[in-house]
């Protein structure tokens, strides 16, 4: 039998349990299996606030690709993609090239800036490990930094969040709980540091339900966050920012602008050329795209509409696991000649973070606040590890925290 060559790019939720799946459905015999990844582990995007504000190591977040897959099955390459060349079934690396049979790319998802002036050069981002390292370092840096210049910089003190959507509030939840750990460590009153949120929108996390909204705003107010809502960010300078509030612009000082308002898919797929909408490739209800047999696109760089309400289903981890598990089966179809699944998403619900143990969710149909939705929400990437790596994977990074 000739051994097809399966190449996936990219190890985050997508790639990564792909890889976990096939590793299990195929024989080494029936197919040889590659995956790529800048780095040799896979992170869990959703943890990425709590390391950027830190209140929780990165080295929680990331997870060894060889601790969950099998190198005797699944041949790990740790090098960038740089592009792909569907007519000749190629990827080139920044070390190289590669061949495939099927292609399955996992790329996930890139900082849109909407060409913002500054927000490249100025703004912190939470998009990897390396960013929320680095925020965390500045956020420390500045702290340090207040007692010892001659002149006081309230800009030191002031961070401005740009966008009040799903990450932006989760990172303002956990920012809120790390200021005063930080006050008491660079002896700064807590009254002196400003954490702002700073909304295009008429509220915060827009399409959201308004009780849940108002739950949301109380908690993080009580804990010191302000709101700027329907304020439009202008410019992002090294040492402020620009805003436009009702007809009028204002400049805020602040050496914090972290730009939570954007994401956009990895813009490799678009470079590429495949066809895409918005970035994203379109793809066929068995997750390959419109112009290639051979090429699935799964998660942030995949975009699948609702049948009933033609509207795009928002770029989840949630959804980028599931489809995994229909590109596996669907790879495995491929080989044997047999008919793909069709993918529908399994939507569960929403969970935000507001902070170590508290926040918002609606699951099932069901609204909870507080204690019971952080708990779920904790249950909920229990459940991720599980399923990637078992119990091991489990114990050594699960989140067992429920009562403090
Ligand atoms: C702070 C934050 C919180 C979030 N919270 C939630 C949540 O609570 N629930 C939820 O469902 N979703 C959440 N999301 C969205 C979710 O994280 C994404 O939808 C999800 O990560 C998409 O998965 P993916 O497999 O497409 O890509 P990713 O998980 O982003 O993985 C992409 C992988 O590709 C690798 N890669 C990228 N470019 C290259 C290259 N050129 N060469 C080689 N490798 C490359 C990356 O290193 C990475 O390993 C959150 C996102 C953020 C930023």
Redesign the pocket.
Known sequence: MNKKHIVI???????MMTAAKLQKNLHPNEAEITL????DY??Q??W??ENAAGTLHHDRTKIKIKDVIDSNKVKIVL???KCIKPEEKAVKLQNGAIHYDTLII????ETATFGIPGIKEHAFT???INNARLLREHLDFNFASYHNELEKKNARLNIVIGGGG??GI??AGELANRIPQLCEEYDIEKAQVRIIIMEGAATVLPGFDEQLVEYAMNSLESRGVEFINGALLRECKKDSIVYEKDGKLCELPTMTTIWAAG?RA?S?VEKSGFETNGGKVEVRCDMRTPDFEDVFV????ALIKNQETGRAYP????I?IQQAETVANNVKASIHQEEMDSFTPNLQGT?TSLGNNDAIAEVFGRKLFGWKASCMKKMSDNRYLLKLGGLSLLMKKGKFNFFY
């Open positions: 790019l990219g190890a985050g939720y997508g790639g790529i990844n800048k780095n896979h992170y995007t959703t990425l606030h090098d960038e993609v996992g790329l996930g998802f939470i998009g990897n799903f990450t989760e990172f994401v990895n490799i799964i998660g942030d760089c770029p989840t981890a949630q980028a969970i």
